[in-house]
C-alpha cells in the first residue's frame, strides 16, 4: 500500500511547512471571519472588495458610524503583518484591530490582501501594495487631471464619498510595517508619485520587521545567522540581492540602501515593544530616520512590559488600548 505522507521540502517553524508537492500548511494562522454592516461592540461596518484581478489583489474596507451621509474622514491604507507569508486582511485578529482603530480614531481604513510567499515570492507583496496604494490615491475627486492608470479603475463609493486625501495615512504591523517603509521610500522619488496629486500624510510602523547580518544593540551574537528572521526572510525573498542586507530588509546598513531623507510621508509613528527581538532595529530605523536629514516628523512609542504584535494578538489587554489609543491620536 502507498504512504500517504506528503515529504517536506521546507518547514520554518512554527510558521510554515512546504512539501515537495508544492502544497503549503500555515500552521499559525488565525481563522478568517466575514464582514459585518455594523460590528456589535463598536459599529463599524466592513466589507470586502475588489481592487485588481490581474493580479488578484482585493482589500476589506471598514467605517465608523457617520454623523451625516456626507462626512469626509482620513484614509489609513492598512499592511497586514505575517512574515510575508501567512495572516490575512480577512483574519480574526487583525479585523478586529482594525474595528478598535478605526472606531476610535474615526478614519476609513483599507486593509489591503496582497500575494503570500511561497506561491507568490517578494517583491510580489511590495508591487501589490503599492498597486492597491495608488488604486486608492485614484479615488481623489478634488483632482481633475486623470491619468491611464485611472481610467480602468472601478470606483469604490465608501472613498469617493467619505474620503479625505489631503489626509492619507498608510500604516501596518510587522512585515506590513516593513511595507509602509518601503512604500513611503518608493512614494518619496521622483519617478514613483502617486495618482491624483495624493500625497501621503502620515506614515505608523508597529513593531517593524527589518533585520541585517550582524547583530546590534542588546541582539544575541550566538546563533545569530540562523536567526529566526533571517530564515523568514530568506523564504520568502530567496533571489534578494545582498540577501538578509536588502535594503528592504535593513533600510539602515544594507547594500545600496537609499537615503531615508527621501521617505515620501510628512510625520512617522515607529512603535516597539521592549520583550519584542525585533525592537532594536525599530529603535535603530527611528534613530536613522531622525538623523537622516529628512524634513518630517518622526516620534518613537514603546511599550515595555510587552511583546511583539501584542496589540493584535492580545487586543482585549490594557497595554493592547493603551497602544490602539497611540495610533488613533497619530491619525488626525
Known amino acids: 500500500m502507498a504512504s500517504t505522507t506528503k515529504e517536506i521540502a521546507t518547514e520554518i517553524l512554527p510558521f510554515m511547512r512546504v512539501y515537495k508537492d508544492g502544497s503549503v500548511d500555515r500552521l499559525l494562522e488565525s481563522p478568517l ?10 459599529g463599524v461596518s466592513s466589507k470586502d472588495i475588489s ?18 451621509n456626507n462626512q469626509k474622514l482620513p484614509v489609513l491604507v492598512y499592511f497586514h503583518g505575517g512574515g510575508f507569508c501567512f495572516e490575512s486582511a480577512f483574519s480574526s485578529d487583525h479585523h478586529r484591530f482594525l474595528n478598535s482603530l478605526v472606531s476610535q480614531a474615526k ?3 483599507v486593509s489591503v490582501e496582497y500575494r503570500l510567499a511561497p506561491e507568490y515570492p517578494l517583491p510580489v507583496a511590495y ?17 481633475d487631471d486623470r491619468d491611464d492608470h485611472d481610467q480602468d479603475i472601478t470606483k469604490e463609493t465608501w472613498l469617493t464619498n467619505h474620503g479625505d486625501f489631503e489626509k492619507l495615512y498608510i500604516g501596518g504591523d510587522s512585515a506590513g510595517a516593513n511595507i509602509v517603509h518601503n512604500v513611503a521610500l ?20 508597529a513593531h517593524p520587521y527589518f533585520w541585517g547580518s550582524k547583530p546590534i544593540g542588546s541582539e544575541p551574537k550566538e546563533g545569530f545567522e540562523n536567526a529566526l528572521e533571517r530564515l523568514v526572510w ?6 534578494a540581492s545582498w540577501g538578509i542586507d536588502n535594503l528592504m530588509i535593513n533600510p539602515v546598513s544594507g547594500g545600496g540602501a537609499p ?13 516597539v515593544a521592549g520583550k519584542d527581538r525585533l525592537r532594536e532595529r525599530g529603535v535603530w530605523y527611528y534613530e536613522a530616520v531622525k538623523e ?33 489609543k497611540r495610533l488613533a491620536s497619530f491619525l488626525v
Not at 537615503?259 to 510628512?266: E, K, M, N, Q, V
Open 33 to 42: 471571519v466575514p464582514t459585518s454592516p455594523g460590528d456589535p461592540e463598536t
Open 51 to 68: 481592487i485588481s484581478l490581474n493580479p488578484a489583489i482585493s482589500a476589506r474596507l471598514f467605517l465608523p458610524p457617520l454623523n451625516h
Open 107 to 109: 478614519v476609513l481604513a
Open 127 to 143: 508591487e501589490d501594495c503599492w498597486y492597491a496604494l495608488q488604486w486608492v490615491a485614484s479615488h481623489n475627486s478634488n483632482h
Open 186 to 205: 518608493r512614494a518619496g522619488t521622483e519617478s514613483e508619485s502617486l495618482p491624483c496629486n495624493v500625497k501621503i500624510h502620515g506614515a505608523f510602523l
Open 234 to 239: 530568506d523564504f520568502a525573498y530567496p533571489s
Open 259 to 271: 537615503s531615508l531623507a527621501g521617505l515620501g510621508c510628512s510625520r512617522m509613528l515607529v512603535c
Open 292 to 324: 537622516s536629514g529628512w524634513k518630517g516628523e518622526v516620534e518613537l512609542f514603546e511599550v515595555e512590559e510587552e511583546d511583539h504584535a501584542f496589540h493584535i494578538y492580545n487586543i482585549d489587554s490594557h497595554n493592547a488600548n493603551v497602544m490602539i
